[in-house]
Nanobody, 124 residues
Framework: QVQLVESGGGLVQAGGSLRISCAAS????????GGWFRQAPGKGRELVAA????????YYADSVMGRFTISRDNAKNTVYLQMNSLKPEDTAVYYC?????????????????WGQGTQVTVSS
């Protein structure tokens, strides 16, 4: 199994930046995909970004395209989400997730490893 531990999150003003991290441990194969999801009050858990571990290809939701960047450090087994130009509508609990597969843009039920979640609040 893969275990995930998140760090980061916090309160930031609109237009600001924040980076959250997800450290992975366990059996990580070349087909590993790391993802970031978010869940706002009253809404479902939506895929924000995903990255393929072996060659680094990425997926972004339209709502964060050009503002968020997902990256990974294979030596540290860590996935990052750099969030720039933050908006109040980005406020949510952010979860990192992991799975093994081939398709980047898959919904939450396809992931079988999850971090504990970290709150990101963007004030206006």
């Amino acid at each position: 199994q893969v275990q995930l531990v998140e760090s980061g999150g916090g309160l930031v003003q609109a237009g600001g930046s924040l980076r959250i991290s997800c450290a992975a441990s366990g059996r990580i194969l070349s087909s590993y995909i790391g993802g970031w999801f978010r869940q706002a009050p009253g809404k479902g858990r939506e895929l924000v970004a995903a990255i393929r571990w072996n060659e680094g290809s990425t997926y972004y939701a339209d709502s964060v395209m050009g503002r968020f960047t997902i990256s990974r450090d294979n030596a540290k087994n860590t996935v990052y989400l750099q969030m720039n130009s933050l908006k109040p509508e980005d406020t949510a609990v952010y979860y990192c997730a992991g799975r093994h597969g081939q398709v980047l843009a898959t919904p939450a039920p396809n992931y079988d490893a999850w971090g504990q979640g970290t709150q990101v609040t963007v004030s206006s």
